[in-house]
């Protein structure tokens, strides 16, 4: 553990930076043996110092803390980040669905979207936005998905409960009622 010499927010960016990714407080508590309360001095500390005119800001994400780069740089900044995979416009669609929806299944994805979405899943998973919650009890047992700790980081958020006020109207209604809705619809539209 590191010696008591320098300030906390001064040890707290620099583990923060170097870890490149969120750390928990227990985390930053086992690397640095601060107490939970110790941590929390420290980042609000480190926010202060960083609030002034820095091109970097302390946010709390996925659970844990993490340096970004303030919103207003990105755009001067931005050309140093290379390999970035963007997502396609299905891509975004599919992981909205699963973000707003979760947990659900490939077949109640596909119901909404009307297409196949196996792909797009596969891509997802593989670059970590979502993950395979386990099986729901039904037949044939689906693969249940939703969003990732990675998922969080990337859109900036601490938890899940940040998405409430923000939910699409489309996506409103309780699990699977819309599905319906739209099967209903569809039947309807075909008998007439």
């Known amino acids: 553990m590191p010696a008591r010499t320098h300030k906390p927010e001064a ?10 990714q969120p ?6 508590c086992a690397h640095t043996g601060w107490s939970r309360e110790e941590t929390e001095a420290a980042a609000s500390a480190l926010e202060q110092v960083l609030d002034e005119r ?14 970004v780069t303030r919103p207003e740089l990105y755009d001067a900044v931005k050309w140093v980040r290379t390999g970035a995979a963007e ?15 979760q947990p659900v299944t490939r077949a109640d994805i596909e119901k909404l979207r009307g297409v196949s979405s196996e792909r797009i899943l596969s891509s997802l998973l593989q670059q970590g936005l ?25 859109i900036g958020m601490d938890s899940l409960e940040e998405l409430a006020g923000r939910v699409p109207p489309e ?7 819309e599905i ?13």
Not at 180 to 192: C, P, R, V, Y
Request: glycine share 12%; net charge negative.
């Open 11 to 20: 040890l707290l960016e620099a583990l923060l930076f170097l870890s490149g």
């Open 23 to 28: 750390m928990t407080a227990a985390d930053i």
């Open 54 to 67: 820095r091109g970097l800001k302390l946010i709390r994400v996925a659970g844990g803390y993490q340096l």
């Open 87 to 101: 997502l396609s416009p299905m891509a975004l669609e599919v992981l909205a669905i699963v973000a707003f929806k």
């Open 130 to 154: 979502i993950v395979d919650l386990g099986r729901k009890d039904s037949p044939g047992r689906p693969i249940m998905y939703g969003t990732s700790a990675y998922f969080l980081e990337c």
């Open 171 to 177: 996506l409103t209604a309780p699990a699977g009622e």
């Open 180 to 192: 319906q809705e739209d099967i209903d619809g569809k039947a309807t539209e075909g008998n007439e």
